[in-house]
């Protein structure tokens, strides 16, 4: 990934500051970017993040990515999937998520399975390309109001003066905390912060030992119930450089009672025990529910999860910030064109709210569901789910309808049209 080293001197203006290189505020950036803004991208760490975080990009991200030309080569890099199928214990399907019956409605037919250390680093190489580099080691210290916008303070003692702030730093934004914008649940509507808790899922990228097991493909994602819990099983190409390309790399997330935040090869092998025979782990390779209330304070912006957090079930977050930093780009760029004496200018940036919070809740909902479905555990439990499931895979339309949902088509009228 190209970076700048702290070292390097920001500069002390710009239209747009982004801060937080993550998916969100390199979509951002790019879209900005690609728009003719000036952008200046920051990040707190000296290097982005490895390890295991999201690992699937969705048919409608795909397609809003290849507005910016980035598209082409995230498929190149990943594994596309044309469907995700759920087996009970004894290996029997029992429902099929199929992204391939979705031909007739977008470019994309697949689940594409992709690491997030590779989103960042072909997103980091596009904005590059366009002249952008991201300035690594920046942490904000201050945000305080002058004349031309706002300006941010950070720990190197540089300040940068923008119009425009973009808060994509993550669900403890501090870029949210400074601006004083509120987290609310998007149930209760009452305020809530991002906290640190235990979570529900266990989530490794792990190195299975050759040759897989029969139940185990390498060309498309599996889930599988059993009377122990829930387990997902996502083929990675290897991002790790002190790995053989033709190792078996895996993402697995399953539910667990207060699961380790670093799971060993130990803890995952029970797991893989318990929930899929025959797979061997060689090494492991080093969710509250939230919605802002208000997406647009002055000129402070959020994106991806300073915006929203919640489960991974369902492979939602990284899509869902990734189309927050495109649009909002847009939506950015529009406002920054129009003539500031011309009533309702900042309507741009309210239509973008109210359509990003509106995708927010439904693909929260989405994310709450599956990890509803994950959670049953015990033999009746578990038999009644798998007698449920077998019956809606009988139900013509089922496959496609869930992968309609977990594909992110189903609210791509939620865009706004910017």
């Known amino acids: 990934m190209t970076t700048r080293r702290s070292q390097e001197q920001l500069p002390r203006d710009t239209d747009v500051l982004v801060v937080g290189a993550g998916p969100a505020g390199l979509a951002t950036a790019i879209s900005l970017a690609t728009h003719g803004v000036r952008v200046v991208i920051v990040d707190a760490l000296a290097e982005g993040l490895k390890g295991a975080r999201a690992a699937i990009v969705h048919a409608h991200t795909l397609e809003e990515l290849d507005s910016l030309h980035c598209a082409a080569p995230l498929v190149a890099a990943g594994i596309p999937s044309s469907n995700i199928v759920m087996y009970d214990e004894r290996g029997r399907p029992l429902v099929t998520v199929a992204f391939n019956e979705l031909k007739d ?3 994309f037919p697949i689940g594409l399975l992709i690491s997030q250390t590779d989103v960042e680093r072909i997103l980091a190489d596009r904005l590059a390309a366009l002249g952008v580099r991201v ?3 920046k942490r904000v ?4 109001d002058v004349l031309r916008g706002l300006c941010i303070s950070f720990e190197t003692g540089e300040q940068v003066t923008a119009a425009y702030i973009v808060a994509a730093d993550g669900s403890r934004s501090t870029i949210r905390e400074l601006s004083g914008i509120r987290f609310l649940d998007p149930h209760t509507q009452i305020e809530s912060v991002a906290q640190p808790t235990a979570p ?6 792990v190195v299975l030992a050759s040759p897989l097991p029969a139940s185990v493909p390498r060309d498309r994602a599996i889930g599988r119930f ?3 819990g829930f387990i997902m099983l996502i083929p990675l190409r290897n991002h790790f450089a002190s790995a053989p390309e033709d190792e078996n790399l895996f ?3 399953a539910n667990a009672r207060a699961p380790p935040r ?5 803890y995952m092998q029970a797991l893989l025990d318990e929930r899929v025979k025959g797979a061997r782990a060689l090494r492991v390779l080093g969710g509250s529910q939230h919605l802002a209330l208000k997406r647009g304070d002055g000129w402070v912006l959020l994106a991806g999860d300073s915006a929203h957090a919640h489960s991974p079930a369902g492979g939602q977050g990284m899509n869902l910030g990734l189309c927050d930093g495109v649009l909002l780009g847009k939506a950015i760029a529009t406002h920054l064109n129009s003539d500031p004496e011309q009533a309702g200018g900042d309507a741009v940036f309210e239509r973008w709210a109210a359509n990003r919070r509106a995708v927010a809740a439904m693909v929260i909902n989405v994310a709450e569901r599956a990890t509803d479905l994950a959670k049953v555990s015990g033999s009746w439990s578990a038999a009644v789910r798998g007698m449920v499931l077998k ?4 139900v013509p339309g089922v496959g496609r309808a869930i992968a309609w949902r977990i594909s992110g088509l189903a609210w791509k009228m939620g865009d706004g049209g910017f």
């Open 105 to 107: 409605d977008t470019r």
């Open 391 to 394: 019956m809606a895979e009988k």
């Open 135 to 137: 300035f690594r080691s």
């Open 251 to 253: 993402r697995i997330v």
């Open 262 to 266: 670093e799971p060993d090869v130990k």
């Open 200 to 205: 529900s899922l266990a989530l490794a990228d």
């Open 141 to 144: 210290t201050q945000m305080r």
């Open 226 to 228: 059993s009377p122990h």
